[in-house]
């Protein structure tokens, strides 16, 4: 016998599952059947791509015992494990992912138990419902099995054991929050709401009582009845099943409590056969930002699950996508390298976008309360689309929502263009801060004293997005935070008078600033406020250059463009002035107010501080 201790933050999980989950202990059963069945599902991979037979039908068997001593069992004849899997499966923290699943329940997420299955530790459920639990397993292709044994606390066990075939054998000791277990009627409630769509046989085991004429119990009958469909629903017909069908089916998938916003359910046939299923979750899964995050969408060839792992199957705009893509034309041994070549999961991942992607639309026209949800949850990823895909930007450009100064809620590019005045030449938008910063800018009060919408940029990738977009349907796309929105206000006599004039004061306050800014210009769409500052045409604003320092990108700097209003009464006693001293700090204040405006720190407060005290004491 071996005796081995839990991992630290494995005792730390066990803890919290027993005395914080109870209310949804019923989850246990689903998370075995689920292991379970990916055992089933490996070995009918492997053995398909082995060209070897398996012996006897793949099953889940369930049975239970009553009396003091009830017991819970969970049998499947899958892929099993060997003595190293066992202590690396079900006692290390390597694959059972719970320092990220602990890292992430936070107190008020302590009852959320579909969390457990999210971070693969599903098999730690057993706890809530038994004191005890053993898992006999052997491994396909091995004579030798071995028994786990733990009570879920710091310690388990691992012994030689016996088992006429591969696969696992799991024994719960119910304690007494899981005595209710032991019961037909329980299970086969469970195992039909939690797993009917579970692609491999469920027989539950029982007992059953026989009577004779005047209804006394004569005896019993041992009885094994299958208790789930064990069809995979997305092989069913659209017009057989219903949107209950469907949810159910996307929330044990998926461990969400939630029903998904939608679905989407193709069947193609033709030069490539293939069925998907798509579900868009209600809420954004939450590794959704995560580099290392976990792809939503599960492939098949022929009902043979092959991976739930690999990124290439949508696009990484699309990962919060969940479902399936069940292929009838790939090979059996498909691998991640040969996928990412293959033509035809090629034209599979094509379709599939593009059927996403109407289908989003088709939303948009006909619901657009929920398509506002959808917004709410994805707008941003969808962004992302506008660099990543190219081939669909502009059903992209279509899809993507902003917020502006003429509406409340979101708006497109479409109702935008709807609402442009006549003689209006751009679609005029500003970057660099959240909507309420924005809102705030000083470089909107013109644009509002002219009645001309513009867009509010909020994302942090709005920047870079938009910028490669550069068009809408031949409609040039401006920000008005760059110094070339200047000149839609001028006429062609000013921009030409601009261009050969140097104005005295603009090169005072340079020479004051030096290589704090780029350029110094006079404004002609600043009415209430001294100066902003904004990016030539092709450097990084301000808010950009943060963002990407703080994300460890350096080399990017530039400085910005000073665009000051000649009538405002401080720049006038700039203008005015002779006294060197007093011209560089009204100069610096001037620079660090307009910093201050567009929602970015000067670079030495205490100096703006110390400068604009000096100013005021005057």
């Keep these: 016998m071996e005796r081995r ?51 006897g039908e793949l099953r889940i068997d369930i049975s239970f015992t009553e009396g003091d001593k009830r017991t819970l069992t969970i049998s499947d004849n899958g892929i099993g494990m060997s003595h190293d899997e066992l202590e690396e499966n079900l006692g290390t923290i390597a694959h059972s992912g719970t320092k990220r699943f602990l890292a992430n329940l936070s107190d008020d997420q302590k009852a959320n138990s579909n969390l457990i299955g999210q971070f693969g530790v599903g098999f730690y459920s057993a706890f809530m419902v038994a004191d005890k639990v053993e898992v006999t397993s052997r491994a396909y292709g091995s004579d030798t099995a071995f028994k786990w044994t733990s009570d879920g606390h710091d310690k388990y066990t691992i012994d030689d054991a016996s088992r006429e075939s591969c696969g696992t054998t799991i024994v719960l000791y119910l304690n007494d929050e899981g005595k209710e277990y032991a019961n037909r009627w329980q299970l086969e409630n469970l195992i039909k709401q939690y797993s009917d769509h579970i692609a491999y046989p469920i027989y539950l085991a029982y007992d059953q009582n026989t009577y004779d004429d005047k209804y006394n119990v004569t005896g019993s009958e041992h009885k094994v009845d299958k208790v789930n469909s064990a069809a995979a629903l997305w092989t069913r017909s659209k017009s057989e099943l219903k949107d209950d069908d469907y949810n159910e089916f996307y929330k044990n998938a998926s461990y969400d409590s939630e029903n998904p916003l939608f679905f989407i359910h193709t069947k193609a046939e033709g030069a490539t056969e293939y069925t998907t299923l798509f579900f868009i979750p209600a809420k954004a899964p939450f590794d959704m930002y995560h580099a290392d995050y976990k792809p939503g969408v599960k492939l098949y060839v022929k009902r043979v699950y092959i991976t739930d792992d690999d990124k290439e199957l949508l696009p990484t705009y699309l990962r919060f996508v969940r479902g399936v893509i069940d292929s009838e034309d790939l090979p059996l041994n498909v691998s991640r390298e040969i996928l990412q070549q293959n033509k035809v999961m090629s034209a599979i991942r094509n379709a599939s976008v593009k059927k996403l992607l109407s289908e989003f639309k088709k939303i948009s026209e006909q619901n657009p309360e929920l398509y506002t949800k959808f917004i709410e949850q994805y707008n941003r990823p969808l962004k992302e689309g506008l660099y990543q895909d190219y081939a669909n930007r502009d059903e992209l450009l279509g899809l993507v929502r902003f917020k502006s100064t003429s509406v409340d809620g979101y708006t497109s590019l479409k109702e935008y263009k709807e609402r442009m005045q ?190 604009l005290h000096s100013l005021l004491a005057v």
């Design 422 to 611: 006549s003689d209006q030449k751009s679609i005029y938008y500003i970057t660099g801060g959240d909507e309420q910063t924005l809102k705030n800018s000083p470089l909107l009060s013109s644009y509002k004293e002219k009645g001309i919408e513009v867009l509010l940029m909020t994302d942090d990738i709005d920047e870079l997005v938009i910028s490669s977009v550069n068009k809408y349907e031949e409609i040039a796309l401006k920000a008005i935070n760059r110094s070339s929105a200047m000149e839609d206000f001028m006429t062609e006599e000013e921009k030409k008078q601009a261009k050969e004039e140097k104005s005295e004061l603009a090169e005072k306050i340079k020479k004051s600033l030096g290589d704090r800014v780029k350029e110094v210009k006079l404004s002609n769409r600043l009415s209430d406020v001294s100066a902003v500052v904004v990016a030539d045409e092709n450097d990084p604003t301000v808010q950009m250059q943060q963002m990407l320092k703080a994300m460890g990108q350096s080399g990017m700097e530039s400085a910005p463009i000073l665009e000051i209003n000649e009538q405002d009464p401080f720049v006038k006693r700039i203008a005015e002035s002779k006294d060197k001293d007093f011209i560089d700090d009204a100069s610096s204040v001037l620079l660090d107010q307009a910093l201050l405006s567009s929602g970015v720190m000067p670079k030495n407060p205490s100096e703006f501080a110390r400068k």
């Design 5 to 55: 201790q839990f991992k630290t933050e494995v005792s730390d999980l066990l803890h919290l599952i027993i005395h914080s989950l109870y209310s949804h202990k019923e989850i246990f059963l689903r998370e075995l059947i689920s292991n379970a069945s990916d055992a089933l599902d490996k070995l009918k991979y492997r053995s398909l791509t082995e060209n070897t037979s398996v012996d």
